[in-house]
């Protein structure tokens, strides 16, 4: 495996920064640097992040060049790191993680030759775009999947933290389900972490003793579809294809396919027309895609999946279509509308059919 | 639900009990001989790595668990060397041994990420495993398990009612006593150390075979730490170290059972509850603060130079 690549060729950058006359004007090549906030053999966010690195290197060839720095901690480190790339020639620094804000905003002011590009965040400036992806449109197809095949009507869903992103994403899955399988209930077990394999897979027993016969997850490790694959029953991936985990078990999984948006942003950087920016694109655009589904899905069960994907991707369907009503079963949604990305991105409540309370 | 529907809730326990047992009685061992070592954490992952990596390359878990052994070992030696050799404070060295095997562990295992491997196989034994309730519960675990039951009763078996035991823990009161009467100090904390080691190693093999059947940096999460805690949580006491890493494991799975019940308790709360008690358990324990010191070993820390 292509280990630690992180050579930051400085002499090659002082003399790039020659060519690299100003914000409108083209340029021969660009240099571009990435800041991961886990290892690139992460077998989740971050590989998937680096798949995007390549893409640029295989679109543009040797008009582009490419540097990561991978397992930088959010805070302090990242500054040094971000300013770092900053300082050798890079034209444009993403920076992979939400928790990459403060730094990524307080390192362009420094530099505003430099462009910036911060996922998952909300602080913009000249020269900061940020850009995140619809991966509940994705937990909406595996709500509909979920719903045909429970036999128990007891999903279990294992989440991180409570935040609008998580929360959002349980409420899509539980749409999807309740779509096809009014009877259904999601159970959600918190396990407050991103990471940590042991006590993902622990909730992942735990609900699999409680009555789940199918698992979701919104935390990185493929621990909890391990879990399923032993006790035979049903689960999905999350952020990339964990087939080899679950060979079985996993029905399919959402994956996150920045190779598209990174490499035309550094191709808008070579011809001068790059502009900051907010981006939040899903399936339409190709930013999160389904990996294969399974073949031991029922025909129907597919073709209603594919069907799905095809409605969402067309914007024939929302996965937050009215009416939707919360845990209390007020209307929150009326019927004819969908969601604001407003209220999308501030979901602090749960949907009707979610088990228990969310935590404050 | 009947008792039936519980008795997958106590296999579980029983899994996340084990590897903080493993790694508590290691370190139980170093510390009765007077040596703390907050290398734990370190030496977990580098077991983690070494076990995984081993059997994925030979095939062999056997070879997997010996190669966990072998690199806890060697990274208590470095520990052992350091501080008992070179005299380097206990606590920084302890501490640069964790940060050592969280990085170097990564390193070695970049290979491996994403990387399936079997599971250890559990002992299944034809007729008890089908006894109801306790069939299941009794039998059909892997080894590692039913080893750091076993080694519980071994170590306390050893540290008092035998003479290397005895010897041991008076290196442990008194380092000075100990080599006034002509025993190589030194060299049986070395092995204490090396012990405590292997233990850690075995720890992390669990995890990285059987807990979660794979490998990915830093999978210990803070495991090792919990293992130290527990040592003080038992004050210095075998049995109580049993109790403790399956109060432990017991509450850790509790909380999550009690989320997926629907209880109404945040989630916060529930996942605080395990470092509750044990801060609760040890302000009950140390009330009689003469309670306490009399449990630590006396020398615990300190370094040793047979000049003094």
């Not at chain 1, 540097?67 to 805070?75: C, D, L």
Request: aromatic share 10%; charged share 15%; glycine share 10%.
């Amino acid at each position: 495996m292509k280990l630690k690549q992180l050579t930051v060729k400085f002499v090659l950058a002082s003399l790039l920064s020659v060519f690299f006359i100003g914000a409108q004007a083209q340029q021969d090549k660009v240099k571009v640097g990435f800041v991961y906030v886990g290892p690139v053999g992460d077998h989740g966010w971050t590989y998937q992040h680096d798949q995007g690195r390549q893409a640029i290197e295989n679109a543009l060839g040797d008009k582009a060049e490419t540097t990561y720095v991978e397992s930088v901690a959010e805070g302090q480190d990242a500054e040094r790191v971000i300013r770092q790339l900053a300082s050798t020639g890079h034209d444009l620094i993403f920076t992979t993680s939400f928790g990459f804000m403060n730094p990524t905003i307080k390192v362009a002011k420094q530099f505003p030759d430099v462009k910036f590009e911060h996922a998952t965040g909300y602080k913009r400036a000249d020269n900061v775009s940020t850009y995140a992806a619809r991966f509940y449109e994705g937990r909406y197809i595996i709500g509909r999947i979920a719903g045909q095949m429970t036999e128990s009507n007891v999903i279990g869903y294992i989440a991180s933290f409570p935040i609008p992103e998580v929360v959002r994403g349980i409420n899509s899955f539980t749409l999807g389900l309740r779509s096809v399988n009014p009877d259904a209930q999601v159970k959600v077990v918190w396990v407050n972490s991103w990471f940590d394999p042991g006590k993902e897979s622990d909730a992942a027993k735990t609900l699999i003793d409680q009555g789940a016969d199918i698992l979701t997850q919104h935390t990185d490790s493929p621990a909890p579809l391990q879990v399923a694959e032993e006790r035979g029953i049903m689960g999905f991936g999350q952020a990339s294809d964990m087939h080899q985990f679950a060979p079985t078990a996993q029905l399919t999984s959402i994956v996150d396919d920045w190779n598209n948006y990174y490499v035309a942003r550094a191709q808008a950087v070579l011809d001068g027309t790059w502009e900051s920016g907010d981006t939040w694109d899903g399936l339409a655009q190709g930013m999160v895609i389904m990996s294969p589904y399974a073949d031991s899905l029922p025909a129907e069960v597919k073709a209603d999946a594919q069907q799905t994907e095809a409605s969402l991707t067309s914007g024939e369907l929302h996965a937050f279509k009215g009416p939707i009503k919360n845990q209390a079963g007020e209307v929150m949604v009326p019927e004819g509308e969908n969601a604001s990305d407003e209220m999308l991105l501030g979901m602090d409540w749960y949907v009707e059919g979610v088990d228990g309370k969310l935590p404050n | 639900m009947n008792i039936e529907a519980y008795i997958p809730v106590l296999i579980t326990v029983i899994n996340a009990a084990t590897p903080l047992l493993l790694a508590a009685l290691g370190e139980l061992v170093v510390e009765k001989s007077g040596v703390l070592n907050l290398g734990v954490e370190g030496m977990m992952l580098m077991g983690a790595v070494a076990g995984f990596a081993i059997t994925i390359v030979t095939g062999s878990a056997i070879l997997g668990l010996a190669a966990a052994i072998c690199a806890g070992a060697l990274m208590a030696l470095i520990f052992g060397f350091l501080t008992l050799t070179l005299l380097s404070n206990q606590v920084a060295t302890g501490l640069a041994l964790t940060l050592f095997g969280v990085g170097l562990s990564a390193l070695i295992g970049v290979n491996f990420v994403g990387t399936p491997v079997d599971a250890l196989p559990k002992l299944v034994i034809p007729v008890l495993s089908d006894i109801p309730i306790l069939g299941p519960l009794l039998f059909g675990h892997d080894a590692l398990v039913y080893f750091s039951i076993a080694m519980v009763f071994v170590i306390n078996y050893w540290l008092y009612k035998t003479r290397s035991g005895l010897k041991l823990r008076a290196v442990g009161e008194s380092h000075e006593a100990a080599h006034a009467l002509g025993h190589h100090v030194i060299r049986i904390r070395y092995m204490a150390v090396i012990f405590g080691g292997m233990m850690a190693g075995l720890a992390g093999a669990f995890l990285s075979l059987s807990y979660t059947p794979m490998w990915v940096e830093n999978m210990s999460a803070g495991r090792g730490w919990i293992a130290l805690a527990l040592v003080v949580f038992a004050s210095w006491k075998t049995g109580r170290v049993l109790l403790g890493a399956y109060l432990f494991g017991g509450i850790t799975i509790m909380q999550l059972f009690l989320q997926g019940m629907g209880v109404n308790i945040p989630s916060q709360i529930l996942s605080m509850l395990p470092y509750l008690v044990t801060i609760l358990v040890l302000v009950l324990i140390s009330r009689d603060s003469s309670k306490i010191s009399s449990a630590a070993p006396a020398s615990l820390g300190k370094i040793f130079h047979p000049t003094q």
